[in-house]
């Protein structure tokens, strides 16, 4: 009961604060004057002292330190902002160069090649002229061999034969006669044997 | 006396009586209260923007996060114009919230759950606010009480609703301040009261209503300080940038 009291002459008091002076004693401590001007020069000096202290040394400071961190931030991002641009442009020099030295190992190897493929044709080129002429060497050599060979042939056909006959009969024969039977057979056979 | 609400509201002497003429200027728990708010607030913020580190402390956090807070506040409602009046608003809202949240701390006081101390604060910014837009706009300040686009037949009943709710501000703002802190400090102290008279059988409920006024209390301690500030930007706002 007695704080439903207390909870009404609070209410009461804001619209009736002149009648809840008189009543004030068991009500509100707020609306007893006693320390009203104590509580205001307290106030006055305080708030003054803190406001004077805090714009005058704290807030300014405290402001310098955001600025110069915002500055201090956007000078970073500009420097790296810069050192960005300046690694883009060395990756692009560095790209350049490659592709370059890509290009001129490409000319160098394709260089060497040719001068390779030249070498090798000369060289068998010179090759191939000497097998030539050693086939035609050979050939002419086979050539030799073959126009000589008949000869030599009827020659041993003819001197076999004459011994033979020598052997058989016991009489000599007139060469001369046996090589001209040698040559008719011979040129008979050889008819048959390289088909000229 | 422990079970009296009200008791925790009393002002009394600590020392001697202090006399300057006719005025009782003696030191009481009201001003050991303000002294101890402002001492914590010139400590933090001193320490706080004593080093500049890029990356800061939590300390310099605080002070700089805070510093951001009142002055974009400042600068959503007032415009830049209110610059200058920064660090007063900061001040004052530093003050009150730094008030009302040592009143949360038990068997403490509570400076501003006084009429007198909220209304010192609003009559001065009254007046301040005042000067401030007669000095920009001269007697163009009266303006104010003359909204744009209102019928003819209807301007003298709009001025003198104008000219009462503008000599209202300086009551609005103390009291809304003064009832909030002294309502809320008064319903926990009833509930406290309340978990002792019902003993360790019924006393839980109003333990837990306790408990969670206390959340709802620092919530309003910072919420209260915040209008506070805000609507002496808005004052300073009709006194900067005549709208009407």
Redesign the interface.
Known sequence: MV?KI??QS?FFS?FFIKEAFAAESG??????P???????????L??G???L???K???P??????E??KS??LENIEAAEKQREDSDAKLKEYDEIISKSKLEANSIFNQAREKAIKDISAKREVLDKQIDNEIAEAEKEIDALRKNAPNKINKIAIETSSELLQKLIGAEVNNSSISAIVDDLSKRNGDKYYGN | MAANPMSQFDVYRIGPEIKVGAFDISFTNASLFMILSTVSILLIFNLGSKKNSILPNKIQLLAELSYTFVSKMISDTAGSKAKPYFAFIFSLFMFVLFCNMFGMIPYTFTVTSHIIVTFVLAAFIFIGVTVIGFIKHGFGYLKLFVPSGVPAVLLPLIVVIEIISYLSRPISLSVRLFANMMAGHTMMKVFGGFVISLGIVGGWLPLSFSVALTGLEILVAFLQAYVFAILTCIYLNDALNLHH
Not at chain 1, 61 to 66: A, C, E, G, R, V
């Open positions: 704080k207390n909870f609070i804001f009500g509100m401590p707020q609306l007893n006693e320390f009203w001007v104590s509580q205001i020069f307290w106030l006055i305080t708030f002292i803190m406001y202290v805090l714009s040394l704290i807030l400071k405290i402001s310098n330190n955001l110069t961190r201090q931030i």
